[in-house]
Every structure is written in C-alpha cells, then in structure tokens.
C-alpha cells in the first residue's frame, strides 16, 4: 500500500503509512513551492554520495503508564542529520500503536529545507526476535511533513498482550533503522524531461496497478494490439476497457505530464472505495488479459494475448512397474515460482518440474493395473515469447496462522536460459529447435510488510543497458545494481560507524524485493520491441485526446487566472420543479445541477443582472436575489435577498463578505414574480414580518412528491388561512382537508414533523426558506391501502431505499433481476423478497453471498445467516449480491 498525504488519511485502510493528523499543526509551516536557500554550502542541501545509515534503539520502561498522548525518544544522528522516534502509546486515534520517524529540529531549520530517507521502525519481540514486527518506508521530509510513518503499526491488544512478548516487564523496545539518501526534488523534477517517459497517477492505494500498467505499456506489440482493438467515437472510457487503455497508453506515450488512471479503474467498475484498497497485483493481470481476449475476438488482432504471454506444460503420471502412462496438457499465462527454499529464478524452476513418487499409501490407481508406484511431474511443451514468472513472497504461515512475506534473498538472472541442461525442464513432444533464451524486461518490487507497502517498476523498454524506475508519478533512469541485486532481497549489512573500534557490524532485512519479473524471448526480441507510431492509432481516438488536451489547457488557463473570476450558480422555480421528486427529494436543489455563470470579480453584481436579463429574458428590475446559507441541520436554504447597497458592490466583495457556502463560488436564489398573462412582475415588498416558504405537495397514492411552488406568509398568521392557497396549487377544491409538514433535516437520519395549522408561523419557529409539504388527510381506514401513507413514512423510504442487483451463482457475470429493497431490511426481509421474485415457497432455501466488484465473482464464504443486521451491511460494494436457489 502506499505511503500517503494526510490528505488521504480518512480515505486509507488502516494498514497505511501516514503523518500523524493530529501533529499537522505542530511547528509545521504551509506548503510552499520554494527555492532552495543560496546558501549551498549547508548540509541540508549537499548530496550524500554514500547514503550513511544507523540503527537506534529505545527501551520505553513503565510503557503502561505513559500517560501522555505522544512521546519522544532521545535524539539520534544519522547522516550529519538530528533525528527522533514520536510515539503515541495509546494509537493516534486508532485502536494501533502509532509510531513516526520525526526530524528533531524541524522547527529551527532554515526555509525550504528538505532531507530524503529510507527508512524501517520495528517493535521487537523478547521472546521469539524471529516475530519482531518490522515496517519500512521511505519519504522526503519538509517543514510540512517534518514526519512520517504508520498510524496503524500494530494493534494494541497484540502490544498489550503478555503472552505475545512485545511487552515484557512493562519494557517496550523499539528500534529505528534510518538511511539518508541523496535528496530528490520532487517539487521541480520534470519525468519526460529527465527521461523521456511519464508516469502514472495514484488514486490513492493504486501504485500495484500503475506497476503493472507500466510494464504492459512498454511491451509495444501489446500497446499495438491494443491500440487496432475497434472502439468508436461513441464509446466512453469510463465504460469500455478497451477504450480506457487506448486512452491511456495514448497519453503516456504523447503527455508531457503524468496520466491519471481514473477512467481505466471506472471501466473495471471500480468506485472510490476500490481505488483505495489493495487489489492482488496478479489477479488484476489474468482478469485485464482475459476481458482484453475477449475483446478482440473477431478483430484483426484476435489470438494477441496467447500469442504473447501463453505457455503449455504437461502434468504428467508414468507407473514406474507397468507401462501406463497419463498425460494432461494445460496452458498458463504466467507462472508462480516458490522463493522460500529456493536461492534464485533456476532453483525454482527445479522445483517446479521436481518429481513426485506416489508410492506406499499414497499409490496411483491406474487403469486396468490397480494400485501402482509411479512417478508424478510437470514438464513444459513450450513457453510464451513474454514469460511472466509471479514470485511467492507471500506465503500462509500455518504456526502463526497469519499470512508473512518471505523477504529470503532470492536472484534473477539477466539472461534466463530455460534450455539448459539439456532442456530439463521440457518435455518429450517439445519442439527443441525453438531457443529458449530469454532477457530480462521488468522487475516488479514491493517495498513494507505482508499488511501494507508501495509498488513500484524497474523496467528497460528497449532491452538496452539503460533501466528506469517508474515510481508512480515519478520516472528516473537507474543503474542496473539497482534494477537487479537491490532487488534480491535477504539481509544487508550497514557500515561500521566507527571503524577503528571493534563495533560489530549489523545486518537489517532488506523490506524491498522483486515480487515479479518480466522476461522477452531473443528470437521474439525484435517483433516484440517494435516500432509504435500515431498510424496505430484510430483516427477518432486522436480527435478525442486532441479535444481532452485542448481542454484540460483550457482548464489550465482559466486556473492561472481563477484569482480574476468566481463562480455564479444561480437556482430559479424551474430547476426545483425540474429536480424535485426525480433527482432530490430533500432540501430544494442540486447545485451542481444548475446554471453557471463564470464573472470577473470587479464587475459590480447589477451589471451581473444584465447577464441574467440575457440569458434568461427576465428584466432587471424584476429580479430579486437571495443569499443560501448552511444551517446547523447541514441543509442549504435560501436565508435573505440581497439588499440595494450589495447589488451595487462588486461581486468578489459580495462573494467574500456574503457567501459561508464555499468561497469559490457565490450560490444565489432567483426569485421571479408572473403575473396573471404569465410574465415577469415587480417582486413584492419584503418586510421583517414575511417569510418565503417552499411548498412540496405528496400524493400517497402515486408515491409521489413534487414542488409545487413558494409564497410569502405573515409571520403572525397561521397556517389555516393559507389552506385555500395550498389546495389550489394541489388542484384541490378550496375546502379539501390536508395535513402539513415541515421537512426539517434527513442527514443522519429523517426529521419531517407534523406543523400546527391553529398555531402562528412564528410560534412554529418557521422561518424564510422553510419547505412545508403538504397532503391530502386520509381517513383512518384507508391507510393500510398505501405502503407510504404520509410525508414522513415516504421520505424515509427514500432516504433508505436501495436498488439491488441480483446475480445466479451458476450465471455470476450475468445481472438476474434487480429488486428495490430498503438498506433496513432484515436478512429475512431479503430472502423473503427474493424468494417472491423467484416464485418459491420456502424462503429458506435461498442463500446469499456478497459479489466481488473486482473480480465480478462470488466471494467465496455465502452471508452468515443473520449475520449481519441490515441490507446495508451486506452491500460492500457496488450493491450486488449473487444468490443461490435450488
């Protein structure tokens, strides 16, 4: 998982490594695009050629009864560097130890400094050191975040518990294994400048993806095939896979800046929450591949992923005392290797074709032999032009019952020889005239723990000397020491800090390592590394990145100049009868949903008027405009018209003194007075004693709720005098009897209460802006006839209603029905619903299982049975559910 800003702490699963929150304001000074001091003589800004490196430890006695929020350890140097641990025993505001890598003298520091280190904090065990529980990281520190590390680094009931040894004799140890590297800045470094290439966004926990999207971009046959696959001009990235990566693949081979990934993981059908959980980096690629297969099907470039990435082997059973002899061809698109056990990429190969002997117990029952010695194995009949080979580096630990990363040093050649031997690896219908030599392409790394971590690529594109680190947004050429040995894994062993003395060396366990490598076949080499040029690219797709790009210059521009202009959203009768009862039924509007107009802040707001005389044809003098304000129930509502001195200010000085909403834009009211042939009057005169008031009307019978118009009530009236004017609006007769509402609040939960009609406006507390809805009284005995009799019951369905996708378990990619349910559904309520649909009797037989939006399979265990309270519970994602019935 990556490491995050704080602006994205809410947004993280707890596994992730963050600044404290709650320390954001501690001697931290705004972020600033600043340059570095003249002074280049100092240490903050001289590079560190051989990163110098340390190990601190700190013994916390007493640890149970620190009493303060956050503690810090003494002051330790590394790399002419003051440093220090920041602890908060007690999680910052987590249920987890939260622990910090902190510069001592942040706040003492010259403007504009910065220092970048890799870094690991650890919690040892003193029983079992093996059990230790490590993490690593590594970050660029600035005065804005002068510390970094994990909010969630362990859970406090392991901490606390005495049988896990983490604390013994209420004595923590914790150790601190720091690494200042060349400072990087990230502020000014420009990827294509530097290199050629660009990077790829993160949506927030996405860099596996942007890893493996990287490294299938620079396969150019891929990126070809990918680009002849048939879209239109009519398609939309966010909903054609294809199409998305065309996209992408697009810009990062024309953009002069990073790309963002955002339509691609909208075609997965991924919402925000996906993008911020970590997905299985090799399950991503058997899915991609396969919807790609399937989309070229029938297209002139079918057959493009087998030909590229898919291999056969044999599994086969020989008797050892008869002649019998089983056989099973499978194909493979890439190839899981054991790393525990194994010291490189040859050893786990062995491994793989290794022989079994099913023998004693454990004999094979061969046709028409019986039970018989034998001998069982893998061997290959081809490999793929692309080899992809998925390394094991997680693996379930069976005594601990968790699952660990195997961070055993393991090597990959850069020639890969899969002929050698002899061919052992082949099998006897193998065709031996194909050279099986192959180059090393990509080299995929994690860097942290089995619980969280970043990803990232060391790829060569051309297969030349020259490798380069694709780091998310950030692309930079690498040696291959780096690319390949850093990669191994195992332990490294730090200098002595002190050489003359005889100090004995430390070695820390290397938290980065290759977790999967990319290999090209020399006699595909050429086809492979082809040549990608803008005649493979269809015509439509570069109209539209050409208007995209076009755009987003445009949206450039009017950024640079956005501190001339503010935003004018303006809400009229017509987007409340447009909106109400269709895309809202609480408050009045979406204002998104309205018209904009972008203004320059010095005009003065009646020459604005002007523009709303244009565009809307309503005179100036009959305009009247209300301010909206936000009230303490979180509701906007318009609050008060604007007086004759604002309307002669200049609208940035109304913008800033009028407008609590957002301080981009300037949210307005339109009110519009007809007369009886239907055109614009003179707005009525406003006194303290008139209150605006929006009517809804409701009609149980339609299940339907729309606005209906406002009128203007004395505060000292009641609401009986104005039941004519109601029933009019209704199309009601003058006498009809009606019910009132006042719609209060529905956020977190609905607040519609009934209104006094033989009581005054004011003794109601109504006031302007208030909605009142409004409905016919039904007679007692004709309730039970509606499923929403009044007001309240309605708004309440809506504010809880869901509509629900349902799925066969035997059809799991094909939607079944889709039924509108209620999130406060039981369980029961579910099934019984569902079994209604279906027809069957017996609600019992059904069993549900929540639907996995990523792989758009079932997962694995079904719903426990009453489980979980509500419907709610059970859509985690997507509302889907897949369902079994007899």
Known sequence: MTVMTP???????????????????????????????ETANTVENQPVEDPPSSRFTWRIENFSRLNAKKHYSEVFVVGGYKWRILLFPKGNNVDHLSMYLDVADSASLPYGWSRYAQFSLAVVNQIHSKYSIRKETQHQFNARESDWGFTSFMPLGELYDPCRGFLVNDTLIVEAEVVVRRIVDYWTYDSKKETGYVGLKNQGATCYMNSLLQTLYHIPYFRKAVYHMPTTENDMPSGSIP??????????????????????????????????????????NRVLCEKLEDKMKGTVVEGTIQQLFEGHHMNY??????????????????????????????????????????????????????????????????????????????????????????????????????????????????????????????????????????????IRPTLSDQWYKFDDERVTKEDIKRALEEQYGGEEELPQTNPGFNNTPFKFTKYSNAYMLVYIRESDKDKIICNVDAKDIAEHLRVRLKKEQEEKEHKKKEKAEAHLYTIIKVARDDDLAEQIGKDIYFDLVDHDKVRSFRIQKQITFNVFKEEIAKE??????????????????????????????????????????????????????????????????????????????????????????????????????????????????????????????????????????????????????????????????????????????????????????????????????????????????????????????????????????SHNCYSQQPKPQPIKYRGVDHLSDMLVHYNQVIIKFP
């Open 7 to 37: 602006a994205a702490v809410d947004q993280q699963e707890d596994e992730e490594m963050l600044v404290p929150q709650s320390d954001l304001n501690d001697n931290h000074q705004p972020m600033e695009v600043v340059a570095q001091p």
């Open 243 to 284: 199409l998305a990566l065309q996209s992408l693949f697009y810009k990062l081979q024309y953009s002069d800046s990073s790309v963002a990934t955002k339509e691609l993981t909208k075609s997965f059908g991924w919402d925000t929450h996906d993008s911020f959980m970590q997905h299985d980096v090799q399950e991503l």
């Open 616 to 849: 809307f044809g309503i005179p100036v003098q009959f305009q009247r405009f209300w301010l909206w304000a936000k009230r303490q129930n979180h509701t906007y509502r318009p609050n008060r018209p604007l007086t004759p001195l604002e309307e002669t200010q200049s609208v940035g000085t109304l913008r800033e003194v009028s407008n609590k909403v957002h301080n981009a834009e300037l949210k307005l009211y339109l009110e519009v007075e007809l007369g009886l042939d239907l055109l614009p009057i003179a707005p009525p005169d406003k006194t303290k004693e008139d209150i605006l008031l929006f009517i809804k009307h409701y009609d149980p019978e339609k299940e339907e709720l729309r606005f209906v118009g406002r009128m203007f009530v004395k505060s000292t009236c009641k609401p009986i005098e104005i039941l004519s004017k109601l029933n009019k609006m209704a199309g009601y007769a003058p006498d009809e009897e009606i019910n009132l509402y006042e719609e209060i609040k529905f956020e977190p939960s609905v607040m519609c209460e009934p209104i006094d009609k033989k009581i005054t406006f004011r003794s109601s507390q109504l006031e302007d802006g208030d909605i009142v809805c409004f409905q016919k009284s039904l007679p007692v005995e004709s309730i039970e006839q509606f499923r929403y009799p009044d007001v309240p019951s309605f708004l309440e369905y809506v504010h809880n209603r869901q509509i629900v996708h349902f799925r066969s378990l035997e059809k799991p990619k094909e939607d079944d029905f889709c039924l509108e349910m209620s999130r406060l559904y039981t369980y029961d309520d579910v099934v019984e619903r569902v079994a209604q649909q279906l027809g069957l009797n017996d609600p019992s037989k059904i069993r549900l299982t």
């Open 317 to 458: 059973i020989e008797c050892i005392n008869v002649d019998y002899k089983s056989t099973r061809k499978e194909s493979f698109y890439d190839l899981q290797l054991d790393v525990k056990g194994c010291h490189d990429v040859y050893a786990s190969f062995d491994k793989y074709v290794e022989v079994e002997r099913l023998e004693d117990d454990n004999k094979y029952h061969a046709e028409q032999y019986g039970l018989q010695d034998a001998k069982k194995g893998v061997l290959f009949i081809d490999f793929p032009p692309v080899l992809q080979l998925q390394l094991k580096r997680f693996e379930y630990d069976f005594m601990r019952d968790t699952m660990v990363k195997i961070n055993d040093r393991y090597e990959f050649p850069l020639q890969l020889d899969l002929d050698r031997d002899g061919g052992k690896y082949l099998s006897p219908d193998a065709d031996r005239r194909v050279r099986n030599l192959y180059t090393l392409h990509s080299v995929l790394v994690h860097s942290g723990g089995v619980h969280g971590g970043h990803y990232y690529a060391f």
